[in-house]
């Protein structure tokens, strides 16, 4: 749900050519893709 929510502002914040919040955005999924690692079951 959280990777949706993320395309749907990315595309957003592309709309607007925000730059910056582009990459927060990518910093945020970034962020959200290592505790899904860590968690992940193996």
């Known amino acids: 749900m959280a990777y949706n929510e993320i395309d749907i502002?990315?595309?957003?914040?592309?709309?607007?050519?925000?730059?910056?919040?582009l990459k927060k955005l990518d910093e945020i999924?970034?962020?959200?893709?290592?505790?899904?690692?860590k968690y992940e079951i193996a």
Request: charged letters at 55%; a negative charge; zero cysteines.
């Open 9 to 21: 502002l990315r595309d957003q914040a592309d709309n607007k050519d925000d730059d910056e919040e």
């Open 29 to 37: 999924n970034e962020f959200i893709m290592s505790i899904e690692k």
